[in-house]
């Protein structure tokens, strides 16, 4: 047995496992494996990120698909996008109402591994009512027709930015999310898993400004999931109808183990911080940009002293984010520090270096798409390895 890092915010938060060993593991497109860990069974890890825990999975499963369902009358037609571990499929067939689920999954390996390790919910995409695509699903959606009463995006963080060759995006930006709006019936929801709420303002409820652009409603709700960084993790619900402020649940007749009312009304609950943050979304006017302020402090003096490496790391982070470089100009003082200024379709990336105070500041200036700027921050953090850091996300309206 050896004790793994299976998840991570950052260098704050790291969940170590006691792994006894690996039980199946296929590397093509994704690094999949399946390990079984001590005392708590087997677990999915894709590209070294801890995706489910079977004891534990109807922790992020049940509450991801009751929490949206409980406002809707009666669901016929619902769409997973991704979700191929079949979780969100095993509870949405718990709905009699329930006619039609359509799958959209890029992995035919995640299937194959969790219908043979995880059958007791992974065995639902077998089911009669459940049609399961193999596809890219930012392309599926974006040319569909059919209409949904429920919309699920389900997709590692990193969305499809782990796979060769493929868009460097993720299903989260604006252009899906419209995408799923147009696919919705009058009365739909969509929801999607957001982020570990960690111990930057920067990773809570991280996409709903972007949704707000998108949806007359959203509203974050969180569910204690133990086996993920700091347990605390957060969802979103988009609808053009329903305000879920203002909204009555109707409770169904379900068998689950862990949702009920009450931890609905719980999942909804924000402390102050979080309120303050939501109601900083709620302004009426659309938001025209956002501001990300990225403040390194006890870096490495040599790699911010140098002008190349900066540009290169920088450079990264936008390929990596799916931000798209116009061009860039860098200067290099006299005797340290550097300055680079990349002019981005989205808008701009800057930083300036203090080599002999160990210290690197960014700006990064994005059209309102919060989810890539988050993925760039996590490049330079992870490059940079700082001892001390402050991110401040600043929405313009």
């Known amino acids: 047995m050896k004790y793994e890092k299976l998840s991570s915010i950052n260098y704050l938060i790291n ?44 922790k992020y499963h049940e509450p991801m698909v009751h929490t949206p369902a409980s406002y809707i009358d009666n669901p016929k037609n619902a769409l997973i996008l991704g979700g191929g571990d079949g979780g969100l499929c095993h509870e949405l067939l718990k709905y009699d109402t329930i006619k039609n689920i359509t799958v959209v999954e890029i992995s035919r390996d995640v299937v194959e591994l969790c219908q043979k390790h995880f059958a007791s919910f992974s065995n639902s995409l077998n089911n009669e009512k459940v049609k399961l695509i193999f ?4 392309s599926w959606i974006e040319d569909n027709t059919d209409k949904f009463d429920l919309i699920f995006i389900d997709t590692t963080e990193l969305g499809e930015l782990h796979i060769p060759n493929s868009p460097k995006t993720t299903l989260k930006d604006n252009q899906t999310l419209s995408a799923c709006k147009k696919a919705l019936s009058p009365q739909g929801i969509l929801t999607q898993n957001d982020f570990y709420c960690g111990l930057e303002k920067f990773t809570v409820f ?25 347990q605390a993790y957060s969802f979103l619900m988009m609808s053009n109808a329903i305000d879920f402020s203002n909204h009555i649940i109707k409770r169904k007749d379900i068998d689950t183990i862990f949702y009920n009312e009450e931890t609905h009304m719980a999942s909804l609950a924000m402390c102050e911080e979080s309120k303050s943050f939501k109601r900083s979304t709620d302004k009426t006017q659309k938001m025209i940009c956002s501001t990300t302020l990225i403040d390194l402090e006890g870096v490495k003096s040599s790699l911010i002293d140098n002008t190349k490496e900066v540009l290169d790391v920088m450079k990264n982070a936008c390929k990596i984010s799916g931000l798209n470089i116009i061009k860039s100009e860098s200067h290099k003082f006299d005797p340290q520090g ?7 379709k989205e808008s701009h990336f800057t930083c300036h270096s203090w080599p002999e105070h160990n210290k690197i500041y960014f700006d990064l200036n994005t059209c309102g798409d919060v989810e890539k700027a988050r993925l760039a921050v996590d490049h330079l953090i992870k490059t940079f390895e700082p001892k001390n850091k402050s991110i401040q996300n600043i929405p313009r309206y």
């Open 15 to 58: 969940n170590t496992f006691p792994v006894i060993r690996t039980l199946e593991l296929k590397d093509n497109d994704f690094k999949i494996e399946v390990v079984k860990i001590k005392d708590l069974g087997k677990a999915l890890v894709i590209n070294g990120d801890l995706q489910l825990i079977d004891s534990q999975a109807h």
């Open 135 to 138: 596809s890219n699903a930012k």
């Open 206 to 230: 991280s996409n709903l400004i972007n949704t707000k652009k998108v949806f007359n409603y959203c509203t974050p709700f969180v569910s204690n999931i133990p086996y993920f960084p700091s």
């Open 338 to 344: 550097v300055t680079v200024s990349i002019l981005l």
